[in-house]
């Protein structure tokens, strides 16, 4: 260990953290001594985010590791976040240690600094504070493949005793899974404690790997429903508490996921421990969304405050359009929360909404929002005439940002019954609400009045290059125009910035858009995997030639969304090439998603559509 006297023999000002220079390290940890719990607080607070910043370490890290030691003994409180620090930045997965740049990276320094000091913080191990000791653990399991044989020995005599005698059942826990982490596997399954149980039982699902086998999901089942209180203040690495290993590893078995997330449900979902599993092995898993809704439903009635309950509604109103036909008393279950005067109505009444249930139209109609509204028009295409008047209203009470924006596009699923709704679009273009979906709209609708093309023409002058190019393109399909089009073109995609947002845009122009080509073909060779997707789908609507766009679409595809958007364009060409139909089938059979959820879609789940796109290519190109 070092302490602040030594603090002057480092050459802080030549090393580095996460803001540069890291002349501040050394006031940082004097200001640990000052007696003032506070102050600590606010210094640990600063090196969490320098010596280590978001999962990354530094040079800087590894000299201030000694310092840290001393403060753990010598200053004044903050014992348990000092011993945390260390810890953290000690993360490591122990595979790293056998790559061939380990011994030069700063978290490697890190590690043996703090085996060197790990000695003399052994002692925290029988500190009276519980959290200390719990923290002390932390230490020794970062580095416990790493430590020297002395220090080992010493570390497993005091870890055999807190596991044995400790008073806290949580602490005997944590000694069970660091004595594991020393390759000594225990399996007290039979222990009259239950957290004990229940981390034998995680270990040994982790050694057994899935599918579990059933007295092990049943300890889980039966143990884990109630949450540790002090889990989220002890990670075991990086930021993953028990909670989350426990939560990660029972996703990888759907049919245990499931089974636990009942039992935890029925235990009153604590926590909502049970939901939150349900809801993250539909994320996980394909074809498990009828379950995981009637677990959902289960838990509602279970939850705590309502700010709980519009979580779970949220979670159902994601899930629920995934069902051909949702059952009967969730649908009424959904309109009873969506007539509640609290704050779970609005989730209630969207989720109501995506299960096309006809009595959420009335709702919508009396309690209109720009959400509700975008999801009932896609819903319940054939209600133009209850809809189409509440949108008008909506934007000409002056809707403007992501609201205008959902309200616009709400329009779309109407057809030519959307033209009603002109005049406010005009306005949303003329004032600059929610302007780039607008000027696609009216393109789309196709009225031209001499106002309509004066607006668009202006629109091509914008600061907003998005808004100059969906005007442009407008511009073009109402008036048949191609100077204006192609001058706005031509200057966006000769300047700075990502301009595959631009060549999305081009397929109205189709062969008018030839001599723009110069511009377009160089970049189906681009570094910036959506431009190459980008040029490859323009170039084929302007030349109508699939053969440059094929292969750079092709090589694009794969499970992310770049690789979805490039599928939709080979399918809308009509041609797939043969040695991609294996990566195809592989879309369509596997059990587990292979794309994520984003907060952006709003017409289902990027994954079903990915699978559906592949199969319906498998079985027709």
């Known amino acids: 260990m070092k302490s ?33 719990e506070e102050t600590a607080a606010e210094a640990i607070h600063e090196l969490y985010g320098n010596i280590h910043h978001q999962g990354s370490v530094y040079p800087a890290s590894a000299p201030a590791v000694p310092f840290l030691a001393h403060a753990v003994h010598h200053a004044s409180g903050r014992r348990e976040d000092l011993l945390m620090l260390l810890a953290t930045l000690a993360d490591h997965d122990p595979a790293d240690t056998e ?17 060197d ?28 493949e790493l430590l020297p044989h002395r220090t080992r020995a010493l570390a497993a005599e005091r870890i055999d005793a807190l596991y044995v005698d400790d008073p806290v059942p949580a602490v005997r826990a944590d000694a069970l899974i660091v004595l594991d982490r020393f390759g000594r596997p225990l399996e007290p399954l039979d222990s ?15 050694r057994s790997g899935p599918p579990y086998p059933a007295e092990l999901v049943e300890v889980i089942a039966e143990d884990g429903a109630e949450p540790d209180p002090g889990d989220d203040d002890f990670p075991w690495s990086g930021t993953a508490t028990q909670d989350e290993r426990l939560t990660r590893l029972l996703t990888r078995d759907p049919d245990a996921a499931l089974a636990v997330a009942a039992r935890w449900i029925a235990a009153e979902d604590l926590g909502s421990r ?28 279970r939850q705590r405050d309502t700010i709980a309950v519009a979580a779970r509604l949220r979670t159902i109103g994601r899930w629920i359009g995934h069902l051909p036909e949702p059952d009967a008393d969730l649908r009424d279950a959904l309109h009873r929360y969506a007539g509640a005067d609290d704050g779970t109505a609005g989730a209630a009444l969207l989720a109501l909404v995506h299960s096309r249930d006809p009595r959420a139209l009335d709702l919508v109609v009396h309690r209109p929002s720009a959400q509700l509204l975008e999801a009932a028009a896609r819903h319940f295409p054939e209600a133009a005439g209850r809809l189409i008047p509440v949108i008008r209203h909506e934007l000409a009470a002056g809707a403007t940002g992501n609201a205008g924006i959902d309200l616009v596009n709400a329009l779309a699923p109407f057809g030519a019954a959307a033209r009603e709704a002109l005049p406010e679009l005009v306005d949303c273009l003329r004032t600059r609400r929610a302007a780039i979906v607008a000027a696609r709209r009216i393109g789309i609708d196709g009225i031209r009045t001499p106002e309509i093309t004066d607006l668009l023409r202006e629109a091509t002058r914008s600061t907003d290059s998005s808004l100059r190019a969906a005007a442009a393109v ?19 995609l000769s300047g700075p910035g990502p301009v595959h947002w631009y060549l999305s845009g081009l397929e109205p122009l189709g062969r008018a858009a030839t001599p723009l080509l110069p511009l377009i073909e160089p970049r189906l060779e681009a570094g910036y995997e959506w431009t190459r997707m980008a040029a490859a789908e323009a170039h084929h609507w302007i030349t109508g030639s699939p053969d440059r766009a094929v292969p750079v679409l092709a090589e694009l595809v794969e499970p992310t969304p770049v690789g979805l958007r490039a599928l ?40 079903e559509e990915l699978r559906a796109l592949a199969g319906g290519l498998l079985a027709t190109v």
């Not at 603090?7 to 802080?12: A, I, K, Y």
């Not at 009259?192 to 982790?206: C, D, M, V």
């Open 274 to 301: 049970g939901s939150r599993l349900a809801q993250q092995t539909a994320e996980t898993w394909r074809d498990q969304e009828r379950e995981v809704l009637n677990l959902l439903l289960a838990a509602l009635p």
């Open 99 to 115: 790559l061939p740049h380990w011994p030069r990276s700063s978290v490697a320094a890190i590690c043996a600094g703090l085996c």
């Open 117 to 144: 000091v790990l000695p003399d913080l052994l002692p925290c191990l029988g500190d009276p504070e519980r959290g200390v000791r719990r923290a002390a653990l932390r230490v020794v399991a970062a580095v416990a």
């Open 192 to 206: 009259p404690l239950p957290e004990i149980r229940l981390a034998g039982a995680l270990l040994a699902a982790e």
């Open 474 to 492: 407008a511009h073009f399909q109402l008036t048949d125009d191609t100077d204006t089009t192609l001058r706005t073109f031509e200057e966006l």
């Open 568 to 607: 939709k364009a080979l399918a809308a060409i009509g041609r797939i090439p043969e040695e991609l139909r294996p990566t195809l089938r592989s879309f369509v059979s596997s059990p587990l998603r292979l794309l994520s959820d984003s907060p952006l879609s709003r017409e289902g789940h990027p994954d």
């Open 4 to 36: 602040p006297a030594e603090l002057d023999d480092v050459p802080w000002s030549a090393l580095t953290h996460a803001y540069g220079s890291a002349e501040d390290v050394p006031e940082l940890i004097r200001a640990l001594y000052q007696g003032d």
